[in-house]
Structure formats: C-alpha cells, structure tokens
C-alpha cells in the first residue's frame, strides 16, 4: 500500500464559510433519537467506497458509547426518502468542533450535492454554543474533489502529515 496523505483544515471563523446554498434536492435532518445502528449504517454506507476502516471492527457497546454520547451530533441527508449521505459532529474542548465523518453515498456524488451538504456541516457546527473553531481532516483515499471542496467553503490547511 502506498503513503496516505492526511490533510487538516480549520476555520476560525463563521464568516469565512463560502455557503453552497443549491439544495440538489437535498433535505437535511438532526437524527435526534441516537441509534448505534443507524450511525453504524452511515458510517458503512459511505465510507466502504472510501476505504474507511477504523470502526469497522467496533462492538455493538463501542457503537452505543461512540452514537449516545451527547458532544456527538448526527445529520443525514436524503434525496427523495432515501438516505443519501451524513455528517456527525463532535464539539470538543475549548470551544472547537469537528466533522468527524462526512460524505455521500456512492450514487449520489457528483450530482452537486457535496458543496451544498459540507456547507449544512459547518452552519451546524458554527451553530452550537460557544463553537470557536470548526476543523476537519481529509487524506489522499478520500475522493479527489474532497479537498477542493473544504477549501471552496472557506477552510484553510493548517497541517499536513504522510501515513507509511
């Protein structure tokens, strides 16, 4: 396997967010009632395309500690009634939140959707209490309009690292 490059981007400010506001068809909803299932789901729906590994191996407890824990907050967006991508948001300490897992299903990217549903993230996250930062790490396996797309939002990259 070759070196992953992991990049990780920040904003420090809600005024630096460049809003895609072209819904696509897009409806996006707080998943207010945490079912680990439901977030395990997500998790396997987008991520399998890209090569998302780290909690695969995660117990049903794992899953209930990580999905009920209440500085995480989950978004699902759909497209005519079907789950079509996601987002989870953890605020952590000093006032800093991060996109923890973003991304769309397989057969909904490069419809649009991306700009519009990473724009949806970063107003969530900017809109919890006392958010002073909003970051977010993508790498080199994700897809390769991933990174364009933070940095046309507004984030800026303050660190990037090589994984052998």
């Given at each position: 396997m070759?070196?992953?490059?992991?990049f990780h981007?920040e904003?420090n400010?809600?005024?630096?967010?460049k809003?895609?506001?072209?819904a696509?068809?897009?409806t996006?909803t707080?998943?207010e009632?945490?079912q680990?299932?439901?977030n395990r789901?997500?998790?396997q729906f987008?991520?399998?395309?890209?090569?998302w590994?780290?909690?695969?191996?995660?117990?049903?407890?794992?899953?209930q500690?990580y999905?009920?824990?209440?500085?995480l907050h989950?978004y699902v967006?759909?497209?005519?009634g079907?789950?079509a991508?996601y987002?989870?948001?953890?605020?952590?300490d000093n006032?800093?939140v991060?996109?923890?897992?973003?991304?769309?299903g397989?057969?909904?990217?490069?419809?649009?959707?991306?700009g519009?549903l990473?724009?949806?993230a970063?107003?969530?996250a900017?809109?919890l209490?006392?958010?002073?930062r909003?970051?977010?790490?993508?790498?080199?396996l994700?897809?390769p309009s991933?990174l364009?797309?933070?940095?046309?939002?507004?984030?800026?990259l303050?660190?990037t690292?090589i994984?052998?």
């Amino acid at each position: 396997m070759s070196d992953v490059t992991i990049f990780h981007l920040e904003m420090n400010s809600a005024d630096q967010l460049k809003a895609k506001t072209d819904a696509k068809g897009l409806t996006v909803t707080k998943a207010e009632v945490a079912q680990y299932e439901f977030n395990r789901f997500l998790y396997q729906f987008v991520g399998a395309a890209w090569e998302w590994t780290d909690k695969l191996a995660w117990t049903d407890k794992q899953w209930q500690d990580y999905s009920q824990d209440s500085k995480l907050h989950l978004y699902v967006a759909y497209f005519e009634g079907s789950p079509a991508g996601y987002f989870e948001l953890q605020q952590q300490d000093n006032g800093t939140v991060e996109i923890m897992y973003f991304g769309l299903g397989v057969r909904f990217i490069g419809k649009g959707m991306g700009g519009y549903l990473l724009s949806q993230a970063i107003e969530q996250a900017w809109s919890l209490d006392n958010t002073q930062r909003v970051w977010v790490h993508t790498c080199s396996l994700d897809h390769p309009s991933a990174l364009k797309n933070y940095q046309a939002r507004g984030f800026t990259l303050f660190k990037t690292e090589i994984e052998a």
